[in-house]
């Protein structure tokens, strides 16, 4: 009988090849043209970036990486949103001026937690979010937020059970969200 181990890790720079797939995911972006992928892989390799390593916990389950979550203090949103948005822009040709701040100073914000599907429902989500907020609330915040998809009800549950409350609707690349 086989015993598979969890075990959370922060990032390192050669995560950033696996790390992009599961930020495109997240955002519910499918086909993904693979220069867009290497754009973001290229942006996950920076240290002040939003998507960077450098703010990364990677989950790791029987030592393949399976999962990540991506977060870090909101008052280095507006100086790292420009690093990383430009590149994207000029490659996808999205215009990401318009895009609502997502934090702010004061809080530290879980940017994206993604889990490779067939790893998901194990408990690695939970795990990744429970090792963050520890990890916040050791660095002395106790403001933590997050946003997530309103019709996504299974991460709400969870978000829910961990203690975040919903905060109010915000907007992120046009589309309605709740902060929690």
């Known amino acids: 009988m086989s015993t598979y181990h969890l075990q959370i890790r922060v990032g390192r720079r050669d995560?950033?090849?696996?790390?992009?797939?599961?930020?495109?995911?997240?955002?519910?972006?499918?086909?993904?043209?693979?220069?867009?992928?290497?754009?973001?892989s290229n942006v996950c390799a920076q240290k002040n970036v939003l998507y960077s390593y450098h703010n990364t916990l990677v989950a790791?389950?029987?030592?393949?990486?399976?999962?990540?979550?991506?977060?870090?203090?909101?008052?280095?949103?507006?100086s790292w949103r420009e690093a990383t948005f430009a590149p994207l822009q000029q490659t996808a040709g999205v215009d990401f001026d318009q895009m609502q701040d997502e934090t702010k100073e004061g809080e530290w914000y879980f940017d994206t937690l993604s889990i490779l599907p067939e790893f998901q429902g194990r408990g690695i989500g939970r795990a990744l979010l429970?090792?963050?907020?520890n990890r916040a609330q050791e660095n002395g915040f106790t403001e933590l937020v997050l946003a997530v998809d309103p019709e996504n009800l299974p991460a709400i549950k969870l978000y829910q059970s961990l203690g975040f409350a919903d905060k109010g609707e915000l907007y992120i690349f046009d589309y309605p969200y709740r902060k929690y």
């Open 60 to 78: 790791e389950w029987d030592g393949k990486p399976v999962g990540i979550l991506i977060s870090y203090d909101g008052g280095n949103y507006a």
């Open 15 to 40: 995560d950033a090849p696996f790390m992009a797939p599961l930020i495109m995911a997240a955002l519910g972006i499918e086909n993904v043209n693979p220069n867009h992928l290497m754009v973001l």
């Open 130 to 133: 429970q090792f963050g907020i």
